[in-house]
């Protein structure tokens, strides 16, 4: 595998190696010194077009767990604002002798285009609103720490699945690993051809956490309402949207004990997601972060040392 | 100098000789005596009118890097077009009397097709008052066609002032209908399936087809003439095939572009499919093709964008919009109307000269191939074929989607009164500088 672009690349058998790789980097989380020999002397640098924290942090404690040399450039800004091409800009970076770049950009498609100009790796940390794959494997190594295999596993995505990059990658890596997607989101927040990905949806969040519309559920993740996006008049006020979307405490009610609840984080919470969802027994979000660490060494180790075989004599 | 054209085959009619002097067709018919004339032997090859484009991005003034109107005229001239429409939003605006008479002259200098200027709609394409509708058509340049294109008239009552405004002068308001609260400035993909799996800002159907829903009864209501620029959707042909039945004048253009490519092309996040309307999916396409074949769209216009490379080497949602049309749009309809038989030359000619030049008003252009006319004419071989090459075009800029591809027919020469601009498939004094 040369670049991880979308979650739609991976076969199940790549997903499923990624998620055993993580398995193993996240051991060394909880070792003394948390450093690995196997990317040293790479370069990795994080090119953010967009602000982030939590994505770069995690891929920049990643990198240098794996002992790479970790960069971080910061583009905010469009490259247009700039009065650059993108291409000049990328080119620019990949030319001081960089063996991978994690790119985030806010328009979707941009990290695919940056793929076809440089030489070296390329990860998706996030493009606009398209995907998000890294995450979408994070959530599943969560699901999977939680539920085991996720063959049949019913997995419920709430809130605006229009400008997610996040739902997007997590249908295509949940679908390729055999667990059942439904999206639950109000009409206008609910991408147009929808019907054609592979997963149900719903308008009823209650019909659909309890079990009447697409079975019982296994998981339940919750999506950020992206408050600097909802100028668009997508629903009337955060109380109506809180009411129809918002996992309070009584929705809890509705879940399976066994039933982890996600967030990608940050939490607006009393919105989409109430304190008691957050923070209670079934919440999983801070497990999400930890793997979230585990799953990028993963995937920058297996792209990097192109190694087929997920064992570090270090990590075990 | 005289030329006669031996064995032409007049609108794709039977083989008959043309004789081309003194600017004009000077005598159609049989075994025609050459006297002092060049001969052509054109066996096989159809003559149409010259080409008239309705609506072309000369980027002259403000951005010659990206085509100048020298070039622009280069390329129209080798795809078969002897008078083309300069769109208004260059920089500075064509919203004044000065600007438009500079995009004439210098197309006058450049020689090689009519330059057409048109004139804004809105002072500065702003959407907020009218521009000086009045003196630019009463200008040297004699506008007769105004458009915010690239922005859409949203304001409807200054859609009607304009529809009103240009009365006197027997011109037309063409509209860019897009209207901005239903498809905004970041909007850049067709609404639907693709757009949402690829996460792209969706541009739906309905912005488009809502506008002209309500421009055609403006012009009800005015009396004036209106067009329709660029029409991409099945339920805006539908509009426009409603309007006409009820008597509105409203014509319409579809571009090369929209009756052969889809938005499935989008899915490599590739600018140089992005355009403006957006591509899209089949169904569209077809409507396109039959309307387009009924007469109920009006004519085909390139709506030739030139960019230079590195406005284009930027993500999908930042690149620039549109694509080259002009060397390509002959065999572009060409291969979707005429070899799928929707369309004959007789066909191709009326909605590629007649009706353009007649809805811009374009004096000696689009006329009938008769003894006296205006020797404003192409040459065309159907049975030829052309592989495009970006390379070997002679805009200023590359960004054409149909690289690579090959294309039926071939332009061999085209004719401004009566002087050849292309002969052979060449520009007769080269590529200008």
Same mark, same amino acid.
Request: proline share 5%; net charge negative.
């Given at each position: 595998m040369k670049h991880l672009l979308s979650a739609a690349d991976l076969s199940r058998d790549e997903a499923n190696a990624i998620l055993d790789t993580a398995r193993e980097m996240h051991a060394i989380q909880n070792r003394e010194v948390k450093k690995l020999p196997p990317l040293r002397g790479r370069t990795v640098v994080n090119l953010f077009f967009e602000d982030s924290t939590r994505t770069r942090s995690s891929f920049e404690i990643a990198g240098k767990w794996l002992s790479a040399d970790v960069i971080n450039v910061s583009a905010k800004g469009s490259s247009v604002s700039k009065g650059e091409s993108l291409r000049d800009t990328v080119l620019t970076v990949a030319a001081m002798g960089v063996d991978a770049l994690v790119v985030r950009h806010n328009a979707s498609g941009a990290v695919q285009r940056i793929a076809q100009w440089v030489g070296c790796h390329v990860v998706n940390a996030g493009d606009g609103t398209h995907e998000h794959p890294t995450q979408a494997l994070l959530d599943a190594y969560s699901l999977r720490a939680r *539920?085991?295999? *996720? %063959? %049949?596993r019913h997995v419920v995505i709430v809130g605006d699945i229009t400008h997610s990059r996040v739902a997007r990658s997590n249908v295509l890596l949940l679908a390729t690993l055999g667990a059942r997607v439904t999206l639950v989101a109000p009409p206008t927040l609910m991408p147009s051809g929808v019907g054609s990905w592979p997963c149900e949806t719903s308008w009823d969040l209650d019909a659909t956490l309890s079990g009447k519309a697409f079975g019982d559920v296994d998981a339940v993740m919750m999506l950020r309402v992206q408050r600097e996006r909802m100028s668009g008049g997508y629903f009337a006020t955060e109380r109506e949207y809180a009411i129809g979307y918002g996992l309070s405490p009584q929705r809890l009610d509705l879940l399976a004990e066994h039933a982890p609840i996600l967030h990608p984080g940050p939490m607006n919470r009393g919105l989409e997601i109430s304190s008691a969802a957050a923070d209670g027994a079934r919440s999983v979000v801070l497990d999400q972060v930890q793997a979230g660490v585990a799953v990028r060494m993963a995937v920058l180790y297996r792209l990097l040392s192109g190694a087929d075989e997920p064992v570090l004599e270090e990590a075990k | 100098m005289s030329y006669l054209l031996k064995n032409v085959a007049p609108l794709g009619g039977a083989p008959t000789d043309v004789l081309i002097d003194n600017g004009v067709l000077a005598e159609l018919g049989t075994d025609l005596a050459r006297g002092a004339a060049e001969v052509l032997d054109a066996d096989g090859l159809v003559l149409l009118p010259g080409l008239v484009d309705l609506h072309t991005h000369l980027r002259e003034p403000g951005r010659e890097d990206a085509e100048t109107i020298a070039s622009g005229s280069a390329a129209a001239a080798l795809g078969g077009f002897t008078a083309v429409h300069a769109m208004a939003n260059t920089n500075p605006v064509a919203d004044r009397a000065e600007i438009v008479e500079q995009v004439a002259r210098l197309g006058e200098y450049a020689g090689l097709v009519e330059v057409r200027p048109v004139g804004a709609v809105s002072a500065g394409l702003r959407g907020e008052t009218l521009a000086e509708i009045a003196t630019m058509a009463r200008s040297a340049a004699a506008v007769r066609v105004f458009s915010d294109d690239g922005a859409c008239v949203h304001d409807a009552r200054l859609m009607r002032r304009a529809l009103e405004y240009v009365k006197p002068f027997d011109a037309v308001i063409a509209q860019h209908a897009q209207d901005p609260r239903l498809a905004d400035a970041a909007a850049c993909c067709h609404e639907g399936e693709v757009s949402g799996r690829l996460g792209l800002p969706g541009w739906p159907a309905v912005a488009e087809e809502s506008i002209v829903a309500r421009d055609v009864m403006l012009a009800e209501h005015t009396g004036s003439r209106l067009h329709v620029c660029h029409v991409s959707t099945a339920g805006t042909v539908e509009v426009i095939r409603w309007a006409k039945a009820r008597g509105i004048e409203v014509t319409a253009e579809v571009t090369p572009h929209h009756l052969l490519l889809t938005c499935d092309l989008l899915a490599g996040y590739d600018p140089l499919y992005k355009v403006n309307p957006p591509l899209r999916p089949a169904d569209d396409v077809a409507a396109l093709r039959a309307g387009l074949a009924d007469g109920t769209i009006d004519a085909v216009a390139t709506d030739h964008a030139p960019h230079a490379a590195h406005d284009k080497d930027h993500a999908f949602a930042d690149a620039a919009f549109g694509m080259l049309g002009l060397q390509t749009a002959l065999g572009v309809v060409a291969e979707t109307m005429v070899a799928t038989g929707l369309l004959d030359w007789a066909g191709v000619a009326d909605r590629m000269s007649l009706r353009p030049a007649r809805i811009g008003r374009v004096a000696g252009h689009g006329r009938p191939l008769q003894r006296g006319e205006p020797a404003n004419v192409t040459l065309v071989d159907p049975a030829a074929s052309q592989l495009v090459d970006p390379d070997a075009l002679v805009s200023r800029s590359r960004n054409t989607p149909f690289a690579g591809r090959t294309l039926p027919a071939a332009v061999r020469a085209t004719f401004l009164r009566g002087r050849p601009t292309v002969l052979d498939g060449k520009l007769v004094n080269g590529i200008p500088a």
């Amino acid at each position: 595998m040369k670049h991880l672009l979308s979650a739609a690349d991976l076969s199940r058998d790549e997903a499923n190696a990624i998620l055993d790789t993580a398995r193993e980097m996240h051991a060394i989380q909880n070792r003394e010194v948390k450093k690995l020999p196997p990317l040293r002397g790479r370069t990795v640098v994080n090119l953010f077009f967009e602000d982030s924290t939590r994505t770069r942090s995690s891929f920049e404690i990643a990198g240098k767990w794996l002992s790479a040399d970790v960069i971080n450039v910061s583009a905010k800004g469009s490259s247009v604002s700039k009065g650059e091409s993108l291409r000049d800009t990328v080119l620019t970076v990949a030319a001081m002798g960089v063996d991978a770049l994690v790119v985030r950009h806010n328009a979707s498609g941009a990290v695919q285009r940056i793929a076809q100009w440089v030489g070296c790796h390329v990860v998706n940390a996030g493009d606009g609103t398209h995907e998000h794959p890294t995450q979408a494997l994070l959530d599943a190594y969560s699901l999977r720490a939680r *539920l085991g295999e *996720l %063959d %049949d596993r019913h997995v419920v995505i709430v809130g605006d699945i229009t400008h997610s990059r996040v739902a997007r990658s997590n249908v295509l890596l949940l679908a390729t690993l055999g667990a059942r997607v439904t999206l639950v989101a109000p009409p206008t927040l609910m991408p147009s051809g929808v019907g054609s990905w592979p997963c149900e949806t719903s308008w009823d969040l209650d019909a659909t956490l309890s079990g009447k519309a697409f079975g019982d559920v296994d998981a339940v993740m919750m999506l950020r309402v992206q408050r600097e996006r909802m100028s668009g008049g997508y629903f009337a006020t955060e109380r109506e949207y809180a009411i129809g979307y918002g996992l309070s405490p009584q929705r809890l009610d509705l879940l399976a004990e066994h039933a982890p609840i996600l967030h990608p984080g940050p939490m607006n919470r009393g919105l989409e997601i109430s304190s008691a969802a957050a923070d209670g027994a079934r919440s999983v979000v801070l497990d999400q972060v930890q793997a979230g660490v585990a799953v990028r060494m993963a995937v920058l180790y297996r792209l990097l040392s192109g190694a087929d075989e997920p064992v570090l004599e270090e990590a075990k | 100098m005289s030329y006669l054209l031996k064995n032409v085959a007049p609108l794709g009619g039977a083989p008959t000789d043309v004789l081309i002097d003194n600017g004009v067709l000077a005598e159609l018919g049989t075994d025609l005596a050459r006297g002092a004339a060049e001969v052509l032997d054109a066996d096989g090859l159809v003559l149409l009118p010259g080409l008239v484009d309705l609506h072309t991005h000369l980027r002259e003034p403000g951005r010659e890097d990206a085509e100048t109107i020298a070039s622009g005229s280069a390329a129209a001239a080798l795809g078969g077009f002897t008078a083309v429409h300069a769109m208004a939003n260059t920089n500075p605006v064509a919203d004044r009397a000065e600007i438009v008479e500079q995009v004439a002259r210098l197309g006058e200098y450049a020689g090689l097709v009519e330059v057409r200027p048109v004139g804004a709609v809105s002072a500065g394409l702003r959407g907020e008052t009218l521009a000086e509708i009045a003196t630019m058509a009463r200008s040297a340049a004699a506008v007769r066609v105004f458009s915010d294109d690239g922005a859409c008239v949203h304001d409807a009552r200054l859609m009607r002032r304009a529809l009103e405004y240009v009365k006197p002068f027997d011109a037309v308001i063409a509209q860019h209908a897009q209207d901005p609260r239903l498809a905004d400035a970041a909007a850049c993909c067709h609404e639907g399936e693709v757009s949402g799996r690829l996460g792209l800002p969706g541009w739906p159907a309905v912005a488009e087809e809502s506008i002209v829903a309500r421009d055609v009864m403006l012009a009800e209501h005015t009396g004036s003439r209106l067009h329709v620029c660029h029409v991409s959707t099945a339920g805006t042909v539908e509009v426009i095939r409603w309007a006409k039945a009820r008597g509105i004048e409203v014509t319409a253009e579809v571009t090369p572009h929209h009756l052969l490519l889809t938005c499935d092309l989008l899915a490599g996040y590739d600018p140089l499919y992005k355009v403006n309307p957006p591509l899209r999916p089949a169904d569209d396409v077809a409507a396109l093709r039959a309307g387009l074949a009924d007469g109920t769209i009006d004519a085909v216009a390139t709506d030739h964008a030139p960019h230079a490379a590195h406005d284009k080497d930027h993500a999908f949602a930042d690149a620039a919009f549109g694509m080259l049309g002009l060397q390509t749009a002959l065999g572009v309809v060409a291969e979707t109307m005429v070899a799928t038989g929707l369309l004959d030359w007789a066909g191709v000619a009326d909605r590629m000269s007649l009706r353009p030049a007649r809805i811009g008003r374009v004096a000696g252009h689009g006329r009938p191939l008769q003894r006296g006319e205006p020797a404003n004419v192409t040459l065309v071989d159907p049975a030829a074929s052309q592989l495009v090459d970006p390379d070997a075009l002679v805009s200023r800029s590359r960004n054409t989607p149909f690289a690579g591809r090959t294309l039926p027919a071939a332009v061999r020469a085209t004719f401004l009164r009566g002087r050849p601009t292309v002969l052979d498939g060449k520009l007769v004094n080269g590529i200008p500088a």
